[in-house]
């Protein structure tokens, strides 16, 4: 999933290059693949899963299912499972209610199994695999899940071949958990999310207010129902050093103060090299800084940018979902977030 940002705010990062010597793998559908990437998981596996990684359009290398029924599936992770390492929170696709009325981890974004250590393919960092003990899939009992970097991995329902990414740069919390779904790069494991792009867009103050015009990040991805949906992007005002203030020329790309649960709540807007401006915006005010974890963030005349979890589609395209601006003002412990320019 690429980032255009002209209607609402994505994240992108791409992971240049293979691991190490990795080989380019075709994303065309794989001989070995008997089954479609869409299929449930219905049974826990007999064997170890293997992970491998492959040349994708927009995204660079990512992670794939290195052999079985599924090789060449798209791999995913969840932003918001952080929380389960942060504060001990249940994965957040374990047992989520959604509009679909189905099971996140085993029909609509399958968990990836392995029984034994799982092995890495061509391209894969065999230091970043590793498992965690589900006992919440439904219907499975006990059962390893394969991580990457420490991510949980994920098929996606809507990927039916090897090469399809339709779950990339996903952000929908009325039919999966709140949180992004990103492609992963074997680079560190962190998102290969493409290059962002940012433009104006307008939509109702938490969903039923005064229409709005504010600064939007485009979710480009392929995602068929709904591709390259927008969503407000915000800033963050003060932190815990005190009021921030209008940043001067000496701020630009300045570090993020929103980090670990902020970040879950608040994911940072990221992209693959520098953003591009869409119209309405001026290209010379958009930046980058860098996180902790290597990712790159998008910032609008030095401060970074950021979504919000709860925030739904702006366009009018989609029939589902609230349709607004639903972070402007909000209080948090790390500070005020508001869009651009700030609403009351």
Known sequence: MRLKIARTVVIALIGSGAYLGMAVLSSSPASAATS?????????????????????????????????????????????????????APYACSDNPNVKGKPCDTILWPALLTQGAPIAGPGVNPRLLGTV?????????????????GWPLYRFFRDEVPGETEGANLNDPVVTPAGIWYLLSPRGGIPATGQAE?????????????????????????????????????????GDRGWWGELSSDDWGRASACQGTCAVFWPPVLTSGWPQAGPGVDQRALGITFRRDGTQQVTYHGRPLYLFNQDAYLGSTPPVGTQGIYGAGKLTPSGVFNAIPPLP
């Open 133 to 149: 003990t589900r006992t919440d899939v439904a219907g499975l009992g006990t059962v390893q899940q394969v991580t990457y970097a």
């Open 198 to 238: 940012l433009q104006l867009e307008t939509a109702p103050l938490n969903g039923t207010g005064p229409l709005e015009t504010v600064l939007a990040a485009r979710m480009n991805n392929d995602y068929m129902p709904f591709p390259n949906q927008p969503f407000p992007v915000y800033t963050l005002s003060w």
């Open 36 to 88: 479609s990437c869409s299929d449930p998981v219905t049974s826990a596996p007999a064997g170890p899963a293997t992970v491998s990684a492959a040349w994708t359009p927009g995204y660079g290398r990512v992670l794939i299912v290195g052999s079985g029924a599924y090789q060449g599936c798209s791999l995913y992770l969840l932003t918001s499972d952080e929380l389960h390492a942060l504060t001990g």
